[in-house]
């Protein structure tokens, strides 16, 4: 087998299982343990980690940014994947969605909700302390400072839609190979000889 059928193969795998992620069928796995047997079949332990470990919300946006970190320039460099990048440029616009719906104001101050499903007990604990704090509406610039440090643990949303964005960015920058190759051959029919043999040198 060659280096080029296996990347493929991991990459439909993993694709695949995405997909199963952003199907809904997230929640139907949960019924059961043979049903969530079948739904983790075959992913990568980076997904079966945040599968076990969060909450729908986070598995969609984790999930993505983490698959997309390992497949988007290999989805950029192969011919028959073009179409690929706009069911990305889809998922992605999805979890933006999902992030605009988690902006909350706390007091007066507008932030990014960060999410306590990776532990619920230690994040409900916190949230009742936080609301009893602002219920007595006691003014304690300490109490604050602190309790922002304990909850560094928790899934930090904003930093996720950076992520989000800048897969996006790399897919509106960066031409996909297909373009790629027609502008350079555009170019190549337009110039003369000495400056095409510059340009193979160059790439």
Sequence with gaps: MTTEYIMS???????????????????????????????????????????????????????LNQYLTRWRVYINNTSDLID???????????????????FELIGDEPHWHLCGCSNLNRGMDENAEYENHLRLKLVDEKFEEVYKERMSWRTNYYKYLYELDQHLRYFHVIPHKNYRDNILFELMSATNIDCVNKILEYL
């Design 84 to 102: 690929c990048i706009y069911d990305m440029r889809h998922k992605i616009s999805q979890c933006k969605k999902i992030l605009t719906n988690r």
């Design 9 to 63: 193969e991991k990459f439909n795998q993993e694709t695949e299982c995405l997909n199963r992620l952003f199907s809904r069928q997230i929640r139907s796995a949960a019924y059961n343990d043979s049903m969530n047997i079948e739904f983790m079949k075959g992913m990568p332990f980076y997904m079966t980690n945040i599968v076990d470990n969060y909450c729908y919300d986070c598995c969609y946006i984790i999930g």
